[in-house]
């Protein structure tokens, strides 16, 4: 048997005899093996310097069973100081008045995040924020789309691959805000670009380039999050989504003052078919001092405010509420997508199996809640996902919505 020594010596001579070779070898270059790993290396290093701004220095970080790395970050240190009017300022004390006509008995389940599981939380001057790594990022189309929902296109048919709708609505008037309770479910998304979501939009503009709005609900989204677990979100554009705004606090814009809730993180528990049914309470209302939108989450739990400057149009009232589910159909396989709406069912199937808002409201001129009226229902793929309304002393205004998308009446 040859000594391990002699087996080095072996192995040295060939390794120069095979550079010997590599070097009397023609190489071609192509522009592909030369430029490829300078591309490389110059996008990750603009998404290392992304990342870099985003996640801001921590006083604690809490691991989530899912996972997530939540940051406690400094209040006036997270992204929305970033912005050139808000630089060196500390986040607003909340306003004295919250909308009249809220009762707080109306979300009678609380619902959770999974990263306070632990029992740890951030504590009280800091905010809780969803750590965004370099593979969240790499999930995008690109560094510049990251963070930003997919841009919606012009056409909303069956044949092109966008956006679609199961909506209640309400326009025709000044309105200051809206709440609703959202029933939270884990449907399935079938396309890693993909998202289904379930959320409140306060929107003014026209529908064109000016449209202004402000969201908040939960969703779904692989790309964004890397998973398929329902996570609460919020959302804001004044160019429609073109290049302002994002998701969370994924850029400079909405500011946080709570430090109990992780905007992004996944929800626990959720509905089940036939089951426990879980629900969220979301309001977003018009500040009548200053002007800013604030949001609450649960049982009167306040989240935070989108700043006015943010904005053109919804510097005033809104002109539309709508309530209901979304979804990307991207047609990847030639045929319409098969990810869920809400439960995955449609809304004839009612309570335990449907999907749900309950209690919707608006908030008038008087900072009043108010019943809905002259209210829209809009399902532009019905026999892929509809939606059905109706009222009673419980449940005030309510709708069922959703559906599973692709089955024999939707191709």
């Known amino acids: 048997m040859p000594s391990s020594s002699s087996t080095s ?20 270059p192509t522009n592909e093996t030369v430029f490829k790993p300078i591309q490389e ?49 500390k986040p607003l004390e909340p306003p004295l008045e919250r909308p009249k006509g809220h009762n707080f008995s109306d979300e009678n389940i609380e619902t959770y995040q999974l990263w306070t599981e632990s029992n740890e939380f951030c504590p009280e001057g800091t905010v809780p924020i969803r750590r965004t790594t370099e593979d969240d990022v790499l999930r995008a189309s690109s560094l510049k789309r990251f963070g930003r929902k997919i841009i919606r296109p012009v056409r909303r048919d ?21 709440k609703a309770s959202i029933n939270v479910w884990t449907p399935a998304v079938t396309d890693p670009y993909e998202f289904s979501l379930s959320q409140l939009w306060v929107i003014s503009g026209s529908f064109g380039n000016d449209l202004n709005t402000v969201e908040a609900g939960w ?18 554009t004044t160019d429609a989504y073109q290049t302002t705004g994002c998701y969370n606090l994924l850029c400079s814009g909405f500011v946080q003052t709570n430090n109990k809730i992780a905007i992004g993180a996944a929800i626990s528990p959720r509905s089940s ?35 006015s400057f943010l904005f053109s149009h919804l510097q005033k009232p809104a002109s539309m509420i709508q309530f209901g589910g979304e979804i990307v159909n991207s047609r990847s396989r030639g045929y319409h997508t098969s990810t869920q709406m809400g439960s995955g069912h449609f809304a004839d199937e009612g309570f335990g199996k449907a999907s749900y808002f309950r209690n919707m409201k608006v908030v008038d001129w008087d900072n009043s809640l108010l019943p809905l009226t002259n209210l829209h229902l809009l399902a532009d793929h019905p026999n892929c996902y509809d939606i059905k309304a109706g009222k009673n002393n419980v449940w005030g205004d309510y709708i069922y919505y959703g559906g599973p998308g692709r089955n024999s009446r939707c191709q």
């Open 9 to 28: 010596t072996s192995s040295s001579i060939f390794f120069i005899f095979i550079c010997i070779l590599l070097m009397f070898e023609p190489v071609t």
């Open 219 to 236: 969703q779904v989204s692989p790309e964004l999050y890397g998973d398929g677990y329902p996570r609460f979100f919020t959302y804001w």
């Open 158 to 178: 069956t044949t092109s691959g966008g956006h679609e709708h199961a909506v209640a609505f309400v326009n025709g008037d000044q309105y200051y805000g809206a």
């Open 273 to 307: 078919y036939k089951n426990a049914q879980f629900d969220i309470g979301i309001m977003i209302w018009m500040d009548p001092k200053h002007g800013h939108w604030w949001l609450q989450f649960g049982s009167g739990l306040l989240i935070g405010y989108w700043p």
């Open 41 to 89: 290396l110059k996008k990750l290093k603009r998404i290392k310097s992304h990342l870099k701004k985003i996640n801001k220095p921590s006083i604690k970080t809490i691991k989530s069973s899912d996972g997530d790395l939540i940051d406690c970050v400094l209040s006036h240190l997270q992204p929305a100081f970033d912005h050139p009017m808000l630089k060196g300022q």
